[in-house]
C-alpha cells in the first residue's frame, strides 16, 4: 500500500539535517553498522571500475565503498549533509562528490557498480520507474545493482522497502538477474547483474 504519492522534495532533508547533522544515527547505529557489513559484503568483485551512490547522506557508506571503487560518483540532495559527506572523505581522491535529484537528474556515464541504499522509498512510483530505467540504461552489461532498504513500515514515505525491491524484481529474467538476496527483521537486500 502507498502512503504518499508524491516524492519526498530536497527540502525535506535539508530540513532534517538543519533540526540533527545525523538525523538517522548512521555514525552510531549497530543496525547501520551491521547493514553496511552486509552490503560491502555483498558486492562480488573486490574492486569496480566505477561506482555511483545515490543519496551519500553524510557518507559513512560512502567512505566504505570508496575502497571497493577506482572511483565513486556519490550524489545527494542535502547541501547540508554533502559538505558533512566532503568533509569525512577529503583525504580520497578517488570520490566525486556532486549535487543531483536522480530521477529529475542522472549521470551522462556508465558505471559498473550502483547502490542504491535506503533512497528508493523517498520516490513516488513514477520517480522510482524513472529512476529505474536510468540505472538500469546507465549500468554496464554484467554490472551490479545493489539495493538496501528498511522494510518497517512507515506511512510518512511514498512506497516501503518491499515495493522498491519487488519493482527491480519485476526485470527479472528479461534485463536483471538476482545474484543475492537477504531478509532480515529490520532490511531487505538485493544484488542484481545486467543481463
Known amino acids: 500500500m502507498t502512503y504518499n ?26 543496525y547501520e553498522a551491521q547493514k553496511y557489513l552486509a552490503t560491502l559484503a555483498a558486492l ?29 560518483l556519490s550524489v545527494d540532495v542535502s547541501t ?8 569525512r572523505c577529503h583525504r580520497l581522491t578517488n570520490i566525486d562528490f556532486q549535487m543531483m535529484s536522480v530521477p ?5 556515464k556508465s558505471f559498473d557498480l550502483i547502490v542504491l541504499s535506503e533512497v528508493g522509498y523517498y520516490w513516488c512510483r513514477e520517480d522510482l520507474e524513472k529512476a529505474q530505467n536510468l540505472m538500469l540504461d546507465q549500468l554496464k552489461p554484467q554490472g551490479h545493482l545493489l539495493l538496501v532498504h528498511w522494510i518497517v ?7 516501503t522497502g518491499h515495493q522498491v525491491h519487488d519493482t527491480f524484481l519485476e526485470l527479472v529474467p528479461t534485463r536483471l538477474k538476482q545474484l543475492k538476496s537477504l531478509s532480515t527483521t529490520e532490511y531487505r537486500l538485493d544484488l542484481f547483474e545486467k543481463i
Do not use: M
Not at 45 to 72: M, N, V
Open 153 to 159: 513500515d512507515a506511512r510518512v514515505l511514498p512506497l
Open 5 to 30: 504519492s508524491a516524492s519526498l522534495t530536497s527540502d525535506f532533508f535539508e530540513a532534517l539535517y538543519q533540526q540533527n547533522s545525523d538525523p538517522w544515527q548512521f555514525e552510531t547505529s549497530e
Open 104 to 108: 529529475q537528474e542522472f549521470p551522462d
Open 44 to 72: 562480488p568483485h573486490p574492486l569496480y571500475q566505477s561506482g555511483f551512490e545515490i543519496g551519500g547522506s553524510i557518507g559513512i557508506l560512502t567512505e566504505k565503498l570508496a575502497d571497493r571503487c577506482q572511483s565513486l
Open 80 to 87: 547540508i549533509a554533502q559538505s558533512q559527506a566532503i568533509k
